[in-house]
């Protein structure tokens, strides 16, 4: 028997993260294609929160501020080993804007640094770092964060791991 399945569980882009964790690590689980059966949903298992979305630019909009050093320590300030669905509690996350140019930015970074993490090669390990710092950036210009907050941030998360 199935529990707890409703018209979020075949949404096509999930924002997805491990429910046992001391971290939010979260990525976006889109519709997979294969050969014989194309655009089939993923559907996580229980150990998988995850935010259902129906766009793919808003789940990786969504995805780059859960990811930004802002999003982490505002995690890691509460959470102990079970980062779940109560995070958007905490994280307020700005509602997606497609014309707003930050927005599609983050977007963009967030499909860049799912690319770049697919790829093991040690030369993509220094983009990633870049791309991050991109999205810390331009998470924070996004939320009106200071570029010295920001350090403050990063210092704080770098003392909390």
């Known amino acids: 028997m ?5 018209e ?3 949404s096509p882009y999930k924002v997805c993260w491990p429910e046992l964790s001391n971290d939010l690590r979260a990525s976006v689980a889109e519709p997979a294609k294969f050969a014989k059966a194309k655009n089939r949903i993923l ?5 998988v929160v995850f935010i259902p979305l129906k766009d793919r630019a808003e789940a990786h909009y969504c995805c780059a501020l859960l990811n930004s050093s802002i999003g982490g320590l505002i995690v890691a300030s509460y959470v102990t080993l079970h980062p779940s669905p109560h995070v958007l509690e905490h994280v307020r996350l700005p509602q997606f804007d497609l014309q ?3 927005h ?3 977007a963009k970074l967030s499909v860049e640094a799912h690319q770049l993490t697919a790829e ?3 030369a993509e390990h220094q983009r990633l770092g870049k791309v ?3 999205i810390d950036e331009t998470a924070a210009a996004a939320w009106g964060i200071s570029d010295s907050e920001l350090r403050d941030i ?3 998360l770098a003392d909390l791991k």
């Open 132 to 134: 991050e710092a991109d």
């Open 8 to 10: 979020y569980t075949l």
């Open 120 to 122: 093991v090669p040690e």
């Open 43 to 47: 559907v996580p298992d229980h150990t």
């Open 154 to 156: 990063q210092s704080s």
């Open 2 to 6: 199935l529990y707890n399945i409703g």
């Open 100 to 102: 707003d140019m930050q």
């Open 104 to 106: 599609q930015r983050l």
